[in-house]
């Protein structure tokens, strides 16, 4: 069975920086098209970032461009999300998922058949 657990979320301040850390269980991360989505209270869950099976394709939402970096570890079968620049915007709950569809441009959640619980990032201003 496919686990997803995500770390490293906490409170930082407006312009720091936080990386987010999933770790992959039950499979190898590199069978999956991976991403980070969040969701704020009140908000649809929304797509940040995400890399395709291969490692070599990355894609991100608008408001992240240049501020986000997704990467992957396939040594320690990891995926990563560094956050720099934060913005209070930022503030949500960040979920790491797995998607067995190769598309990147399927960025709905829908599309992603594995869910880790989250963890909660708050940039205060």
């Known amino acids: 069975q496919v686990q997803l657990v995500e770390s490293g979320g906490g409170l930082v301040q407006a312009g720091g920086s936080l990386r987010l850390y999933c770790t992959v269980s039950g499979g190898t991360v590199s069978s999956f098209r991976m991403a980070w989505f969040r969701q704020a209270p009140g908000n649809v869950r929304e797509f940040v970032a995400g890399v395709t099976s291969s490692g070599l394709g990355t894609s991100y939402e608008d408001s992240v461009k240049g501020r986000f970096t997704i990467s992957r570890d396939d040594a320690k079968n990891a995926v990563y999300l560094q956050m720099n620049s934060l913005e209070p915007a930022d503030t949500a709950v960040y979920y790491c998922?797995?998607?067995?569809?190769?598309?990147?441009?399927?960025?709905?959640?829908?599309?992603?058949?594995?869910w880790g619980h989250g963890t909660q990032v708050t940039v205060s201003s």
């Open positions: 998922a797995a998607s067995l569809n190769p598309y990147p441009t399927r960025t709905h959640p829908a599309n992603f058949n594995y």
